[in-house]
């Protein structure tokens, strides 16, 4: 029997079983609005240097021209619910002359985080987006949700493995609270003419559950169809025959033809016309007139637009368990799925590729992600991308970065005991395998060692050094700390209130996280953790030199509370450039690295997702249309061009991940193509708009 077929068949049994204790929460919901803006009372909203006025249309409101305003609605009861929709969305026409920029930001609480009506927990949602002189926009205000909501979606419990889950509830590590939003507020920053925008509507849109699904479960699966797209829904680029991909390289020559590059651009993606300075034929960096710049290996300035995971379309889905959610599968053992199979998963990715392309699909591919890369104004490959650029021909190079993953023997799940020789000894023969042949290639942008590694805090490490046990070479050095500082165990126990009678007492015992007052050794701690950080950051500038003279060591992608003024301060003294994984609406004010430390950065990873082209997670970045991606994404390499530190924006990624989720749960629209390798052309566009201009425009930037 098909085992497909007696998956299906079983799910499709417990789905008739939870019909009758999950009907109440799948019914139908219309769009309805949160707040009547036409016949609005006054304590239902404030307003700071706007004038608001009720008319039939809505809610009038003027600013003057080079003043900013606000405007705050609240509801009647302590919250909005809004957990049966996917959005909440706000209808604007803009009479004014020009383009508004507004800014929505949704306040909430999460009191199952306990994070409640604190006034120190200000949790907020925010927004950016832009409407045109006398358009009417609807914006839809994505909802990332706290996974502690769980419960308030009782569908999540059926699609497993899936971050964003079909109709567009979308459950993170953390977020939004939807059954408690208190407030929404629109601000306008401030412009050189006068604001005009008349607020329509503020609503719950759109169903967070799909109707076919509310209607007949049993016909909603299987959802995704054979090329790894949602099979119930409609949108630009939607691949459903063969044919389509034979249409799409037709339009894509029209697009090579039309578009022909950055005008700006040398070779290496610098300003060929700027001015030169001292050529080593490696990239490094310079401060030229209180701002911060790369310098390509011929001298001219060099600003880095780049894309992670370049030239790949290769994600695979895991399938094993998930039987029913696909259809037009191949079996196992037939030559199709031999080659497109591996253990328990499918990659969607390469057999759209073969489709497409056809023999040897990888290998061209890489060609014409080059080729699309200068075509649409980006002039670095990320991390992960394709590595075997040395290997291709210097007219179709683009520089490219190499990462290198190391972090064992470890101390947390996520981070190297550094004391440990063999980790020096990992690292090395990594680093000799992924930059043989490329150590003095000119077109060798940097090396990027490890990835949002956990470093956590001075007592969060000792803790975990701590927990190892007396053969762990961290736990060695932290006693050989402690002892130096203590001098005596009598002292540690006093300190700690603890009883060893030993210091190898001390480094037998596996120390549970409770069983120490960490606080009494913050001191130690942090002597510990400065230690730490040093030798891992000299040992691995130490290894790129070897392998890599003159090559830039561009760091470990700091992401979230894992950067902190320790670490990133000894990192600043070994890193050519630091690099920061930053999912945030804007840099221009990026607080990292701090007014203290004198050091160039990029950052190496950002996007903005949406939820109107078949994908149910946007990613940690949101906008609310294809359109709004590239509005935002235009604002945000704006705002870094205007950072004196910055010299680079990396986006993440070059291609959707997969529409179930590829093991880890993420399957976002962060991609510049899609799992088809259909182009988000809206998207590109908008990308062409700035990076075909960057060495203009930051060169005329007033920092």
Not at 51 to 57: K, M, R
Not at 160 to 166: F, L, R, V, Y
Request: with cysteine; hydrophobic share 30%.
């Amino acid at each position: 029997m098909n085992k497909a077929l007696t998956h299906r068949s079983f799910y499709i049994l417990g789905l008739i079983i939870l019909i009758t204790t999950l009907s109440s929460f799948y019914l139908i919901q219309e769009d309805e609005d949160i707040i009547h803006l036409s016949v609005l009372q006054e304590n239902q909203f404030t307003t700071d240097n706007i004038e608001a006025t009720s008319t039939t249309e809505g809610l009038s409101l003027f600013i003057k021209k080079g003043e900013k305003g606000k405007i705050t609605f609240h509801p009647n009861d302590d919250y909005w619910d809004i957990t049966t929709h996917k959005f909440i969305s706000i209808e604007l026409e803009n009479n004014s002359t020009d383009k508004v920029r507004f800014d929505p930001v949704i306040s909430y609480d999460n009191p199952r985080r306990k994070y409640g009506k604190s006034k120190t927990n200000k949790l907020t949602n925010k927004h950016i987006g832009y409407i045109n002189p006398k358009e009417t926009l609807i914006y839809n205000c994505v909802l990332i949700r706290d996974k502690v909501t769980v419960e308030d979606y009782p569908q999540a419990q059926e699609f497993p493995g899936m971050k964003g889950i079909p109709g567009g509830v979308i459950l993170n590590f953390a977020g939004v609270d939807a059954k408690h939003i208190k407030g929404i507020k629109i601000e306008f920053p401030s412009q050189e003419f006068e604001q005009k925008v008349v607020l329509k509507r503020i609503f719950k849109h759109k169903n967070a559950v799909p109707e076919l699904y509310t209607k007949n479960k049993a016909s909603f699966f299987p959802f995704i169809n054979k090329y790894g797209q949602y099979k119930h829904d409609e949108w630009v680029g939607k691949i459903t025959n063969d044919e389509q991909f034979k249409a799409a390289i037709e339009k894509e020559t029209l697009e090579f033809i039309k578009y022909t590059g950055s005008k700006e651009w040398n070779q290496f993606g610098g300003y060929s016309s700027g001015p030169s300075y001292e050529a080593t034929g490696s990239f490094r960096t310079q401060k030229i007139n209180n701002k911060w710049w790369l310098i390509d290996p011929t001298g001219h300035l060099f600003w880095s637009t780049g894309i992670n995971g370049a030239g790949k379309l290769s994600v695979s889905t895991p399938v094993s368990d998930r039987e029913h959610f696909f259809e037009g599968l191949p079996e196992r053992d037939t030559e199709e799925g031999k080659q497109f199979y591996k253990k328990g998963a499918y990659n969607h990715g390469a057999a759209n590729l073969y489709r497409k392309y056809g023999e040897n699909s990888e290998l061209k591919y890489t060609e014409i992600s080059l080729q699309r890369m200068k075509n649409w104004g980006l002039n670095t490959l990320g991390g992960w991308s394709v590595e075997n650029i040395n290997e291709f021909d210097e007219s179709k190079r683009l520089p490219y970065t190499v990462i290198i993953h190391e972090t064992s023997p470890e101390i947390n799940d996520k981070f190297p005991d550094v004391f440990d020789p063999q980790w020096e000894v990992n690292l090395e023969e990594n680093l000799k395998n992924k930059l043989y042949g490329k150590g003095n290639d000119p077109f060798l942008f940097g090396i990027y060692i490890n990835n949002e590694i956990h470093w956590g805090t001075p007592n969060s490490t000792a803790s975990d050094v701590l927990s190892k046990s007396k053969l762990s070479y961290a736990k060695q050095e932290y006693i050989r700390v402690v002892k130096e500082e203590l001098k005596t165990i009598e002292a540690f126990n006093t300190l700690v209130e603890t009883s060893f009678e030993s210091w190898q007492e001390l480094a037998k015992t596996r120390i549970a996280k409770n069983d120490i007052k960490w606080s009494a050794l913050e001191e130690v701690n942090t002597t510990f953790y400065t230690l730490m950080c040093e030798t891992y950051f000299k040992t691995s500038k130490n290894l790129v030199s070897k392998y890599a003279p003159n090559k830039m060591y561009i760091g470990c992608r700091w992401h979230g509370k894992h950067k902190n003024k320790i670490n990133t301060t000894i990192g600043a003294k070994y890193l050519d450039l630091l690099s920061f994984n930053a999912y945030e609406n804007e840099v221009e004010f990026y607080p990292y690295p701090s007014k203290e430390i004198d050091k160039p950065f990029i950052i190496s990873e950002f996007n903005f997702g949406a939820l109107d082209a078949g994908k149910f997670f946007t990613g940690l970045g949101y906008a609310s249309t294809q359109r709004n991606r590239g509005e935002k994404y235009v604002n945000f390499v704006e705002g870094a061009l205007r950072n004196p530190k910055c010299v680079g924006v990396h986006w993440f990624m070059w291609a959707n991940s997969t529409t179930a989720g590829k093991g880890n749960g993420e399957n976002a629209n962060c991609g510049v193509v899609s799992m088809t390798d259909q182009i988000y052309y809206e998207l590109v566009g908008y990308m062409r708009k700035i990076n075909y201009h960057i060495y203009n425009y930051r060169s005329s930037a007033e920092l």
